[in-house]
């Protein structure tokens, strides 16, 4: 059974730094591409980052550029999320998924359509 289990996600300040890890079981990482989403109340599910595959090019939404960084271990059939100098505006439940493809380039891609494997969510909260 393909699974998802993140963990990381907690109550932090501005400016503060967390770090979300999403690891698999049932399947490996390294033939998917993974991506991050969050959604924030009242709001859509937007893609945040994701990587491709085991040659890891990565993408990232405009307003995470600079400040967080999507990483796999293969090893450890785990993806991760470091999220730096994090603001309000980043509070919301985080996702991880899995594409399992068919892939036609070496990207990855940023809308959830494409997405077939969900974890359960983790919130993550930027508050003083």
């Known amino acids: 059974q393909l699974q998802f289990v993140e963990s990381g996600g907690g109550l932090v300040q501005p400016g503060g730094s967390l770090r979300l890890s999403c690891a698999a079981s049932?399947?490996?990482?390294?033939?998917?591409?993974i991506g991050w989403f969050r959604q924030a109340p009242g709001k859509e599910r937007d893609g945040v980052a994701c990587?491709?595959?085991?040659?890891?090019?990565?993408n990232y939404a405009d307003s995470v550029k600079g400040r967080f960084s999507i990483s796999r271990d293969n090893a450890k059939n785990t993806v991760y999320l470091q999220m730096n100098s994090l603001k309000p505006e980043d509070t919301a439940v985080y996702y991880c998924?899995?594409?399992?493809?068919?892939?036609?380039?070496?990207?990855?891609?940023?809308?959830?359509?494409?997405?077939?494997?969900w974890g359960q969510g983790a919130q993550v909260t930027v508050s003083s």
């Open positions: 990587i491709f595959g085991s040659g890891g090019s990565t």
């Open positions: 998924a899995a594409d399992k493809g068919p892939f036609y380039s070496s990207n990855c891609e940023m809308e959830e359509g494409y997405y077939n494997y």
């Open positions: 049932g399947f490996t990482l390294d033939y998917y591409a």
